[in-house]
Every structure is written in structure tokens, then in C-alpha cells.
């Protein structure tokens, strides 16, 4: 057990995927092998992890031992554990999953760049720090636009070009921000500003920007525009990855400087951001619904689901934050789900225009069962993960007075609904177009239902994932 | 009386602001990649300047430590959005992105 206890896991969190990105590059014949063993450690060290913090408390690891103000701190407390649980597994499922979907041509290329993006993930989740986190960000940017243009065609390669000017745009902007604030307190340590930061013209600048920067990446409507291309031309199992973690990623450090950092938030930017959400969930379930093929429906559906993690905001209280960050968790779960599915489909029909679905229900029955269930995780319907999200919401909802903030998410599921229940309705009918099918893999329709019900079993964790999220008082100390 | 670094660092801002309009009004994409460079210039110009923050006493080290990290991640973006800007041409045959509902 000492070995259990004794081991510095956040430290292999990190180097394993790194590794295993060098490894996959040198070895790409053995790409696949070596990347399903990285995966697999990883996900073994997260566990590991997760015993140790719980018998630990929270986790501050000064690396190379210099300790902030100087070096670079790596912390772990409820909020990203549950971020590397969810990344890893997601990473193992997509890893599965996308042993069998690349050719060896591209499998070379995906592997190591995947690996890549893992490392940077887990280390944006353990920063202590704004500056660090600035880095990751680039790092996790870099990677994902490189998997984006994977594909090599050329509305991939336009869709990559203008997710990476975004996303540097973005990057930049917060940048800025972090310089400011440094300016102002002389350290980019989240705990020393959290005890230092007071309102003042030179913070809400830093605010402005650094809020500005993560929203243009976090694609919160209207700044949602470059989502829909760079999520729906990418490879299945990166659009899977996109959608379920990278945008995530971004509204963590959102989260955490919105709780950490910023002072008192001002109400007038917490409503704005809640107004934002809620357009984003109309505006994105709209959009969805008016999509003809399937992949740009589920990218619209990020787009709408990414807006009711805003609606936290104008509310602040712990409950709600609870709420959207369960929200956030069984999202990524479903959406994994949905992509997968959908590059199933992709791979089975050669296409994925929904009017052409041609019976997709009868001829890959465990793949549309997957992404029913995961479309029930969407909608909010019990007993899966989205359903308990959103009874936190509307309690949280009710708690705050603010009911017009409900009618929002009642409308948001019913969109939900009816953009699933589209896609579904065409697997029953017929093609008037037949395409040549192609035997999908197994493996890939296995994995696809394992995460689904997974998506649907996230509802009956409550207890765990809400007791997880108390560690070390992400949300702020619980009253009762 | 504005001294030298504030001076610095609002031409930094300047910089900032300048690249921002670039990017935004040209289409070709070098002069798009080309004005993100110069955004980085100017947030890194900001974060030396404000790092002298007493004059007479050596400045502040963290700042310049921030920016050689800033110009690493700003060299290896710029390689991975030329590389991009040049797939780009050589399949549509213009280094532009041009204004397309994705399909």
C-alpha cells in the first residue's frame, strides 16, 4: 500500500502520456500497442491518485522543489481530480475506440499527437498557476489543431487554420490578462492572488481580457462560429475528443479564476455570461435541429450544452456550481457517446447525412442503442447523469428566486429532444440512395455502448462524484 | 510626468491593439499569422516594461523568465500555423480562408 501512498502520481500524470507521445513518434509501427499501454497507466495512476487524495486530503506538489512564488506548483483537490477521472476515462475509451478506426497511415500521426494533447490536458488541470496555465492552454491548442487537420482534406485543413488563429487570439488575450495581474501582485500563484486580489480599474481589465480570451475558446455563443467546422471535419474519435474535453478544459480555468481569483464577482458580467449561456442554448438547439448531416448536428449541440454551464454564473451559489460541473462531466461522457456513434455510422455508410440514414437501426442496432442512451443523458431524462445535473440546476434555479432562468432549461430539453429524436426517426426509414456498407469493427460499436451506459450510470454516482467535489472546497465551505 | 516604462508598456498595448486590427480586416493568412506575432510582441513588451517597477533596483527576473517560455510557444505555433497556411494553398490554391458555411 505504501507504494500506493508514497508515489508522486501527480508527476506521472504528466510524464506518462509525454512518454508515451515520444515513444508512439519513434515506434510508429507499434503506435497502437504503445498507446493503449500509456492509456492504460494513465488511467491506473489517476485511480491511484484518486485513493491518495483520498486519504490524504488535497495535494500541493512543489516540482523540483522550489515552491511558488518561483517554481511551479502542481495541486490537486476535488475539482481536478474529477477533471483527470473524467479525462482519463474518456482517454481510454477514445483509445479503444480509435485502435481500430485509423488506418496505420494515419495511426501514426494520431498517436502520438493524441498523447500529446493528454499530457497537456493533465497538466492544465494540476496547475497551480495563471501563468502555467497560459502554457498548457498553447500546448493543449497546438495538439488539438493538429489533430483537427489530420484528415488532410481541405475543409479540415481551413477548419484547423481558423480554430488555430482562434485559439491563439484567445491565448493572447489571456496572456494579457495574467501580465496585469502580475503587475498588480507580483505572483501568478492562484492561491497568493486569491488572498490578494481586490477591485481595482487594473483587475477588471486583467478580467476583461482574460474572460474574453477563455469565452473565444470555450466557443460561448456568439463566439461559437469556428466550433461547428473544426468539431464536425475532424476524425470521429477527435471530434469525440474536442467536444468532451478540450472546450472543457478551457471553462475550467474559467471556474477556477471565476472562484479563485476574481473578486466579488461583478453581477452585471455574471448575468451578461448567463444571458450568453441561455442564447447559446436556444440558438445552438435551433441550429441542430436545422442540420442535415449528423456530425455538424452534434457539434450544434455542444454549442447549446456548453451554454448551460453559464447559467451557473448569474446564480453563485455552491448548488449551482455543483450542478454545472456534474453537467460537465456527464456532457463529456454523452457527447464521447455520440461522436463515436456517429463516426460508427460515418464508417459503416461512407457518410453521414441524416435523410440517408437507410435503416442504420436494424444494421447497427448496438451503435443507435448508444446513442439513444446517450441522447437521454442530453435530454436530461432519468435515471442518467444529465438528469440529476439538471434537478441540481432547477433546485439551485429555485433556491436563487431567478425562475426565468428555468423556462430556459425546460426549452433547452425539449430542442434536445427533438434534434435526437430527428436523427433517430431516420435509422428506421429507408434510403432512396443506397450506399455500400462497411463491416464496422466490434470493438468500435462496443466501445461506443460501454461509454452510453456509462453516460446513463453517471446518474446513480451522485453520492460519490458530490461528496468528490467537496475536497478541499473548490465551490466554497457547504453551510450544512 | 509619464515616465520611460509606462511608456513601454502603452506602446505595448499599442502593438496589441494594432495586431487585433490586422487580424481582423486582412484575409491573407500570413498577414493574419504575421499579426498574431506582433499581439505576442506587444504582450511581451508589457510584461518586461511593468517588470521594472522601481527604478534603480534590478527589475523584476519572473517577467523576462515568462517571456522566453512566451517566445518558445509563440516560435512553435508560428511553425505549426505556416505549415498549415502552405496545406492550405497547395489543396485550394489560395492562402485565404474563404467565408464558407462548413458543409
Known amino acids: 500500500m505504501n507504494l500506493i501512498f508514497d508515489t508522486h502520481w501527480v508527476m506521472m500524470l504528466i510524464l506518462l502520456p509525454l512518454f508515451g507521445a515520444v515513444a508512439c513518434f519513434l515506434w510508429s509501427r507499434q503506435a497502437v500497442t504503445l498507446g493503449l499501454i500509456t492509456a492504460v497507466s494513465v488511467l491506473l495512476s489517476v485511480i491511484a491518485l484518486t485513493l491518495q487524495v483520498l486519504e490524504q486530503g488535497t495535494l500541493r506538489y512543489a516540482v523540483g522543489g522550489w515552491g511558488a512564488p518561483l517554481g511551479i506548483d502542481l495541486y490537486v483537490d476535488g475539482l481536478s481530480l474529477l477533471m483527470l477521472i473524467v479525462t482519463a476515462v474518456v482517454g481510454v475509451a477514445i483509445s479503444v475506440y480509435s485502435s481500430a478506426y485509423f488506418k496505420p497511415g494515419k495511426a501514426k500521426h494520431y498517436w502520438p499527437l493524441w498523447m500529446f494533447l493528454w499530457a497537456a490536458l493533465n497538466s492544465l488541470f494540476l496547475s497551480a498557476d495563471i501563468f502555467n496555465l497560459y502554457v498548457t492552454l498553447e500546448l493543449m491548442g497546438l495538439a488539438a489543431v493538429a489533430l483537427v487537420a489530420l484528415s488532410g482534406s481541405a475543409s479540415a485543413l481551413a477548419a484547423a487554420m481558423r480554430y488555430l488563429l482562434i485559439s491563439l487570439l484567445g491565448s493572447l488575450f489571456y496572456l494579457m490578462g495574467v501580465a496585469l495581474l502580475y503587475h498588480a501582485y507580483g505572483t501568478v500563484d492562484i492561491a497568493l492572488l486569491a488572498q490578494q486580489v481586490e477591485s481595482s480599474p487594473a483587475v477588471w481589465a486583467a478580467i476583461g481580457l482574460m474572460v474574453t480570451g477563455l469565452l473565444l475558446k470555450i466557443a460561448l455563443f456568439p463566439l461559437h462560429f469556428w466550433l461547428p467546422a473544426a468539431h464536425s471535419s475532424a476524425p470521429a474519435p477527435v471530434s469525440a475528443l474536442l467536444s468532451a474535453l478540450v472546450v472543457k478544459a478551457s471553462f475550467y480555468i474559467l471556474l477556477r479564476l471565476w472562484l479563485d481569483v476574481f473578486p466579488e464577482a461583478n453581477l452585471a458580467l455574471s448575468y451578461l455570461l448567463g444571458l450568453l449561456g441561455a442564447s447559446a442554448i436556444i440558438w445552438g438547439g435551433i441550429q441542430a435541429l436545422y442540420q442535415t448531416r449528423l456530425k455538424l448536428l452534434i457539434a450544434y449541440s455542444t454549442v447549446m450544452q456548453i451554454g448551460y454551464l453559464f447559467l451557473a454564473f448569474p446564480l453563485a451559489s455552491i448548488i449551482g456550481w455543483k450542478a454545472v460541473f456534474y453537467l460537465l462531466l456527464s456532457h463529456a461522457i454523452a457527447k464521447t457517446a455520440m461522436f463515436m456513434a456517429a463516426g460508427n455510422i460515418l464508417f459503416y455508410g461512407g457518410h453521414d447525412q441524416i435523410a440517408d440514414l437507410d435503416r442504420v437501426a436494424q444494421r447497427l442496432p448496438i451503435t443507435l442503442t448508444a446513442f439513444g442512451l446517450a441522447g437521454i443523458s442530453l435530454m436530461g431524462l432519468p435515471p442518467s447523469g444529465g438528469f440529476i445535473a439538471k434537478w441540481l440546476l432547477l433546485e439551485a434555479i429555485i433556491l436563487s428566486g431567478q425562475w426565468w432562468w428555468a423556462i430556459i432549461l425546460i426549452a433547452g430539453g425539449l430542442l434536445t429532444g427533438a434534434y435526437v429524436f430527428k436523427v433517430i426517426g431516420f435509422a428506421f426509414t429507408q434510403a432512396e440512395v443506397p450506399h455500400e456498407p462497411r463491416m464496422v469493427p466490434k470493438r468500435m460499436e462496443w466501445v461506443t455502448l460501454t461509454v452510453a451506459v456509462l453516460a446513463i450510470m453517471l446518474g446513480f454516482m451522485a453520492p460519490q462524484l458530490l461528496a468528490l467535489m467537496d475536497l478541499g472546497a473548490p465551490f466554497g465551505e457547504t453551510m450544512s | ?103
Open chain 2, 1 to 103: 510626468m509619464i515616465n520611460t516604462i509606462f511608456l513601454y508598456a502603452l506602446a505595448g498595448v499599442g502593438l496589441f491593439s494594432l495586431g487585433l486590427y490586422a487580424l481582423i480586416v486582412h484575409a491573407h493568412l500570413l498577414r493574419k499569422i504575421l499579426a498574431i506575432n506582433i499581439m505576442g510582441s506587444g504582450v511581451f513588451l508589457v510584461l518586461v516594461s511593468l517588470a521594472d517597477r522601481t527604478q534603480g533596483i534590478a527589475p523584476d527576473p519572473v517577467p523576462h523568465a515568462m517571456v522566453i517560455t512566451g517566445i518558445v510557444v509563440a516560435v512553435s505555433a508560428t511553425a505549426l500555423a505556416l505549415t498549415l497556411m502552405l496545406r492550405v494553398r497547395s489543396e485550394t490554391g489560395q492562402a485565404e480562408l474563404l467565408e464558407e458555411p462548413p458543409k
